[in-house]
């Protein structure tokens, strides 16, 4: 009876947590840059996860992208997009 209970529970919290990480890809936004040298290169720069609104992390992405970019000498461009990091767009 014990060990049923358990399972129960284990099974519960292994599915909060699946269902918590599908919301929280949702609502992540990563800020990525190119490269001097190759303007098609993709880098990570940051990710923003936060455990608020797609529209919060969207913010502060997008913020940050904007600050980055007026420092003196930036010669790349920096952009945002949901999710996680992912190598390429496709």
């Not at 049923?4 to 936004?29: M, P, S, Y």
């Not at 970019?69 to 949901?82: A, D, F, I, L, S």
């Amino acid at each position: 009876m014990i060990a049923a209970r358990i399972a129960v529970c284990i099974g519960l919290v292994a599915a909060t947590g699946a269902a918590n990480a599908h919301g929280k890809e949702q609502n992540a936004f990563t800020l990525y840059r190119n490269s001097v040298l190759d303007s098609t290169m993709r880098i990570h720069f940051a990710t923003f996860d936060a455990d608020e609104s797609a529209d919060y992390n969207a913010e502060n992405c997008l913020l940050t992208a904007d600050l980055v970019r007026r420092q003196p000498g930036v010669r790349v461009m920096y952009w945002c997009e949901p999710g996680y990091y992912r190598q390429s767009r496709e």
